[in-house]
């Protein structure tokens, strides 16, 4: 029997996914608005710090998801997906039963693993920086923009090479031959222009 062209499927890893990430944004907003003072204390910002009025008032910002114009611009795009993902999917399950956390953290668990382990990393980095001062910070900050620049990129260059990895098999090592020496001659090229 062919489904109807207006009928919403129940997808429960659609609302696992939804629930998961409301329960965290809200978690996470709650501990940066009521937590700022701690966590900066925690990273090593002491009070005297000149880092510490504008280290709390931007993790207030970013308890609330960054600046104004990103902030609606996020809602917004937020609200449509879920309004139009809504038109062909069931939101919520009938029963809280019907999530499938077990599943869903299964087959992402190397994904939260090695996202948890450089944040861990980062932390720790960010805290040694911080209690050197506001110059060992600023320096910090720079590297870390430099290696989040190259991390994403490296990142979408894999998630790409994974969806044409079919069509590319005969072609694999020339192509990882060319970007293996495309990403050692970037940094390289980056050292000697500064």
């Known amino acids: 029997m062919a ?3 207006n009928e919403r499927k129940q997808l429960s890893s659609v609302s696992t ?6 329960g965290i944004g809200i978690i996470e907003a709650l501990a940066l608005l009521l937590g700022a003072g701690s966590f900066l204390r925690l990273m090593g910002v002491s009070a005297d710090s000149p880092m510490r009025v504008q280290a709390e008032k931007f993790l207030s910002l ?4 960054a600046p104004a114009a990103c902030l609606c611009s996020r809602y917004i795009g937020s609200f449509l997906m879920i309004w139009f993902l809504s038109k062909r999917v069931i939101l919520l399950p009938p029963k809280f039963g019907d999530l499938k956390f077990g599943v869903y953290l299964k087959s992402g668990g190397f994904l939260i693993g090695r996202t948890v382990a450089v944040l861990i990393t980062m932390t720790i980095g960010t805290s040694m920086a911080a209690r050197q001062g506001p110059l060992a910070m600023a320096a910090h ?5 430099v290696w989040l620049a190259v991390s994403l990129l490296t990142d979408g260059l894999a998630a790409s090479g994974q969806v044409y990895t079919p069509r590319i098999a005969p072609y694999a090592r020339n192509l990882m031959w060319f970007v293996s020496n495309g990403l050692s001659f970037l940094p390289t090229s980056i050292y000697y222009w500064l």
Do not use: T
């Open 17 to 22: 996914a939804l629930f998961l990430a409301l």
């Open 3 to 5: 489904m109807k062209k």
């Open 141 to 145: 900050q720079i590297c870390m923009q």
């Open 62 to 65: 970013r308890a609330l998801g």
